[in-house]
């Protein structure tokens, strides 16, 4: 079993940053693949980034240079940095994790809780 914790959101203004973070416990982190996904209000909930195991990331096209997936399998850590947010990033952000995951097999039977990041003036 997995558990995931993620902290960091809050409100921020358009162009502004944030730094989610996923801290997992339970198994060996450094084999998970780990995703950060989001859903926001009437919509279905979609892949912002994802780092496998061995460090290979993908990102959707909408966040492709403003956002930044890394993880830390010392801390069993993953992190996004959000740059230059935009009020369309505004949604609840959840951490996800597979043994072995890949882009292919994401996401993964194991979610936290959610965060919400909204970016107003």
């Known amino acids: 079993q997995v558990q995931l914790v993620e902290s960091g959101g809050g409100l921020v203004q358009p162009g502004g940053s944030l730094r989610l973070s996923c801290s997992a416990s339970g198994s060996i982190f450094s084999n998970y693949a780990m995703g950060w996904y989001r859903q926001a209000p009437g919509k279905q909930r979609e892949l912002v980034a994802l780092?496998?195991?061995?460090?290979?990331?993908n990102y959707a096209d909408s966040v492709k240079g403003r956002f930044t997936i890394s993880r830390d399998n010392a801390k069993n850590t993953v992190y996004l940095q959000m740059n230059s947010l935009k009020p369309e990033d505004t949604a609840v952000y959840y951490c996800n994790t597979r043994w072995g995951g890949s882009i292919v097999t994401m996401p993964g039977p194991y979610w936290g809780q959610g965060t919400q990041v909204t970016v107003s003036s």
């Open positions: 780092i496998t195991s061995g460090g290979s990331t």
